[in-house]
Structures are given as structure tokens and as C-alpha cells.
């Protein structure tokens, strides 16, 4: 069972660059020392059939919204293209969701960790020699989100991640 679900995994990174690329409609069967997995691609939605039951990706290369993300996007900040975006994952033991993307500003890296600050708290891991700020939110037994701020090529750059679901998929 557990090496079915790190296939599954596995499969899941190649369902999202699936996905991303836009390729058409597709099936195929995979062999593997577990057992035969069918895959199934078809208008962005990619699913796997196993022994043990289905699971279905959906997803998106479009920037996520503050929602889907679990923490605020920084005012003016720009999306970074192609750096995130949203996949779900279903099946029998439920539903399981990740989005992520990353945002940049030439605001100042203080004033950014300043605005997260107030929105979130302390962060929960801060180095200002290197400037890189980490706070972990919504922390539960379904849900978490990270929020990472950090200064590189003198840009001050977002990572918004959340994943929320059942954790047994």
C-alpha cells in the first residue's frame, strides 16, 4: 500500500508537468514492480488506476489566489510567471489540494517582513544577515501554509506554498 501511494506521488510531478505543457488527450499503462498503473490524460486532468482504486490531478498553472494560497499576497508584488500554481488531487480516501507561487517587489525587505509580520505574527524563522524570513500558518492536522520572504538580485521575492486535505492520499 505505502509503495502504491509514493508511486502515486511520483506520478503526481509528472501529471503537473502533464498539465502544464497542455498535451492533448492520452492513455497508457505503466508496469511496475507493484502492479500495472493506467494513466489516463485528458483536458488537464490526469488520472491513475491502480489495483487499490483511482486518483485523479487536477491542475493549473495559473497564479493561485490569496484563498487558495492561505496567506496574503504583498501589495504590488508581481507574480513570477510559470513559478507555481494550483493541483488537486482526488480519490477514495478524499480530496488533496497544493498550490503554491512565487511574487516579487523592489520594495524593501524589511518593509515586506514588516507587512507579513503584522498579517502573521512573528516569524517563526529569521535571518537577517542573509535576509530570509519563514512563518508557518494555519498549521493543523489538514492544512498548513508557508510564507517565505528573501532578498536575492535585489529583488525582495514572496513563496507562498499551502497544502490542505486528507493527508493519506
Do not use: H
Not at 126 to 151: G, P
Amino acid at each position: 500500500m505505502r509503495k502504491s501511494i509514493a508511486l502515486l506521488f511520483l506520478l503526481a510531478l509528472v501529471a503537473t508537468l502533464v498539465i502544464a505543457t497542455g498535451c492533448g488527450g492520452s492513455k497508457t499503462t505503466v508496469k511496475t514492480p507493484e502492479g500495472e498503473v493506467k494513466v489516463e490524460e485528458k483536458e488537464g486532468k490526469v488520472t491513475y488506476e491502480t489495483e487499490e482504486g483511482k486518483v485523479t490531478y487536477e491542475g493549473s498553472d495559473k497564479a493561485p489566489s490569496e484563498a487558495e494560497l492561505g496567506a496574503p499576497v504583498y501589495p504590488g508584488a508581481e507574480y513570477v510567471e510559470g513559478s507555481g500554481g494550483t493541483a488537486t488531487a482526488s480519490g477514495p480516501e478524499g480530496q488533496f489540494t497544493t498550490s503554491g507561487a512565487e511574487f516579487v517587489t523592489e520594495d524593501a525587505y524589511s518593509k515586506v517582513v514588516d507587512f507579513y509580520t503584522g498579517k502573521l505574527g512573528e516569524p517563526m524563522y529569521q535571518d537577517t544577515s542573509t535576509k530570509e524570513a519563514t512563518w508557518m500558518i494555519n498549521v493543523n492536522e489538514e492544512s498548513f501554509t508557508v510564507v517565505t520572504v528573501s532578498e536575492e538580485e535585489g529583488k525582495v521575492k514572496i513563496s507562498l506554498g499551502r497544502m490542505a486535505g486528507k493527508s493519506g492520499m
